[in-house]
């Protein structure tokens, strides 16, 4: 008869005494790794864990609280850093919490109040870590805290000379402050500037400067919107920061991590989104303000000055400017500000044209007197290019969009340029009228036009170019005649192969790559790779690893201090699962732990990259993978330790693409000969067989 599910194998280690095996109850209060076993986590202790008999966290509370009061700056250390290690658990910090807010009237943590007052060194350092460590279980709000506290960690941030660990854990108190309170807000950004915090990232830490980036990052985010709006002009200390993080970051000889990569893609993101105001407004055409941008788009392009209100006739001037609108390639011949009137694109479409015409003068000639010199139907229309373009470049980019949460997606180009947005446009209008040109286009075609556009400028994007010279070269190399070569190419692949012995040949090979797929899987399951424990946390630094066994039985996992560089070995992984107890593998909204996380902001994101491993009756493992990639490696590699089908996206694109190219490894000799639909028909039998030889 096998042993209850809720018993288990475990060995228990008295303080000074060696372990000892036992058979308990998973309620057992007991400590594994420095966390507490209650009835929540009870499910995680596991066959042949050491459990270690402790004080309880009560008491273990008390203690601490006690240790940190005395006058002894050794003993107080000590309690410190024990306080940072304890408080990761949940269990402690509710009663240590608990304790202190019963200690202390004012609400907040009493201790902390030493923060205001003369700490410094590793005293400091281990304070600062356990309120983070606190702070992050979510059970007190961050409006407890007063000016004071806010002002003194602003200071340690301001120095020019701080402690390392002091300096990322008071930016990372700083961030969260700002993300969850937007009273805090309105106290940091009293506190403390984009310009105090530029210093930061002038130095060689790579952790300091993504914390740096992203409390830059949330003071962007949470600001008000009168506040954005006079963002939108670049100021002196806007263009230092995006001159640092282009030479101290970007183009550093050390490698961009992924959270550096993703606070880059957040801080592209809103620089962008601060042109959201211009794209949303509506042009008044009353406006005369308004109207002077376009005279002077027409005094550039045509070289004339804006004649006096007594200079010919009324009818004699209208008839003059409709010309010359009609030449600028505005649809309202008459009152081209009516143009404007729609949204998106709104004034951020006039804002680009009168930057390119002013920054670019010799292009933008160039190309509104190409087209004006052409027949009616074949000129490419500057106003309506340029309208319709701004509003394409606006959904390539996703102005107004909030970042998301895994996105890594930044590109280098946008932190060259301090009028990135307006030097992209100007590369894109003038590829534009290289393509319409290419295309022989007329009016009629003007939609076939911006598709093709808009897959040369995606194209080239998807290449990361690190300026926008090489984002203009890449263009170069992308005519409409490589566009249709590509085009092609990619429908051979899809289209192409569909007569019957070409099918047949592909569903013979297609078991031999799928059986490819599945050990490639396996192998990268026997790599392993680095997971995210679930916190409620924005960012998260708490790691565990998982790896198949070579032999395919066991699945080794554990728990990491930090993110491996390279390969983690099997030895140092204290927990493994048979792959024989394996029942099912859940994925989305079907796991426990996003059915305990639904309330989080990124749920979205996170439920396409959730899965669970369930073993036993009713224990599983949780999943989160870092991205969609790895989410596909490890759901088809445990489908197929599982006899079952691989059924991810990256699967199917696996197939068509080693599918596609064996096929054409296996017909290069068929090339340019015309294969048949259907088998040439058998032949009637002759007859007589008269003309058959008998060599005997």
Not at 345 to 374: C, K, T, W
Request: with cysteine.
């Amino acid at each position: 008869m096998p042993p209850p599910a809720d018993i288990v194998k475990v060995a228990i280690e008295w303080p000074g005494a060696f372990p000892k095996l036992m058979e308990i109850d998973q309620v057992s209060n007991a400590d594994s790794t420095n966390f507490y076993i209650t009835e929540k986590n009870r499910n995680n202790i596991k066959n042949g864990s050491i459990l270690r008999l402790t004080t309880s966290a009560a008491q273990m509370a008390q203690q601490l609280h006690e240790r940190i009061q005395s006058s002894s700056m050794d003993m107080k250390l000590d309690a410190l850093k024990d306080l940072a290690n304890s408080s990761r658990d949940i269990t402690f910090a509710q009663e240590f919490i608990n304790l202190d807010v019963t200690v202390c009237s004012s609400g907040c943590f009493s201790f902390y109040l030493s923060v205001t007052i003369t700490v410094f060194g590793d005293l400091l350092s281990f304070t600062l870590t356990a309120f983070v460590e606190l702070m992050d279980h979510g059970i007190v709000s961050w409006d407890t805290f007063s000016v004071a506290f806010i002002k003194k960690i602003a200071s340690y941030v301001c120095k020019s000379s701080m402690d390392t660990a002091v300096l990322q854990r008071s930016l990372a108190i700083l961030e969260s402050m700002v993300l969850n309170s937007q009273d805090l807000y309105q106290k940091v950004a009293q506190e403390i500037t984009i310009g105090q915090l530029i210093p930061h990232l002038q130095g060689t830490d790579q952790d300091i400067q993504t914390y740096t980036i992203a409390v830059i990052n949330a003071l962007f985010l949470k600001a008000p919107e009168e506040k954005r709006q006079v963002q939108t002009k670049v100021t002196q200390s806007q263009k230092q920061l995006r001159s640092i993080i282009l030479s101290n970051v970007i183009r550093s000889n050390k490698p961009i991590n992924d959270e550096m990569a993703h606070q880059l893609y957040v801080l592209q993101v809103l620089t962008f989104n601060l042109l959201e105001d211009r794209m949303m407004t509506k042009m008044d055409p009353q406006d005369q303000a308004q109207r002077d941008i376009i005279f002077e788009l027409r005094r550039i392009a045509f070289d004339v000055e804006c004649e006096s209100n007594n200079s010919g006739s009324f009818e004699k001037r209208k008839s003059m400017y409709t010309r010359d609108y009609k030449k600028l390639g505005f649809i309202n011949h008459v009152n081209p500000a009516v143009d404007f009137t729609q949204i998106p694109p709104g004034m951020l479409a006039l804002d680009n044209m009168l930057y390119f015409a002013r920054h670019h003068q010799d292009a933008y000639i160039r190309i509104v007197l190409e087209n004006s010199s052409r027949e009616d139907k074949h000129e490419c229309p500057f106003g309506r290019s340029s309208i319709e373009l701004t509003k394409m470049l606006c959904e390539i980019l996703k102005v107004g969009e909030l970042p998301s949460e895994n996105c890594h997606d930044f590109h280098p180009m946008f932190f060259t340029h301090d009028r990135s947005f307006e030097e992209f446009f100007c590369i894109c209008i003038q590829l534009l009228n290289k393509t319409w040109k290419e295309m022989r286009a007329t009016s009629e075609d003007f939609n076939k036009v911006m598709q093709v556009v808009k897959e040369q400028i995606t194209r080239a994007l998807t290449i990361k170019p690190n300026s926008l010279d090489q984002f203009k070269s890449r263009l170069q190399n992308l005519s409409y005649t490589e566009i249709l070569k590509l085009r092609q190419s990619e429908r051979m692949n899809q289209e192409d192969f569909q007569s019957r012995p070409i099918l047949e040949l592909r569903e013979k090979i297609q078991p031999e790559i799928m059986e490819l797929i599945k050990q490639q899987r396996l192998n990268r399951l026997c790599e392993g790779t680095c997971f995210r424990k679930i916190s409620s946390r924005r960012r998260q630094d708490k790691f565990w690893y998982c790896r198949l066994s070579p032999n395919h039985k066991v699945l080794h996992y554990g728990d990491l201090e930090e993110s491996p560089q390279g390969e983690v070995p099997h030895d140092s992984l204290q927990d493994k699962l048979p792959v024989a107890d394996i029942k099912a593998v859940v994925t989305g909204k079907d796991c426990p732990h996003m059915k305990e996380k639904g309330a989080l902001k990124q749920n979205k994101e996170l439920l396409e990259l959730a899965f669970s491993v369930l073993y036993e009756s009713d224990e599983y493992l949780n999943f989160i993978a870092p991205d969609k990639h790895e989410y596909c490696v490890w759901t088809d590699g445990l489908n197929a330790l599982l006899g079952k089908e691989m059924t991810s996206e990256f699967t199917r694109s696996d197939m068509d693409t080693l599918l596609n190219m064996e096929m054409k490894l296996r017909l290069l000799d068929l090339e340019n000969i015309q294969i048949p639909e259907v088998p040439p028909p058998i032949p009637k039998e002759p007859s007589n067989y008269d003309f058959v030889y008998d060599c005997n």
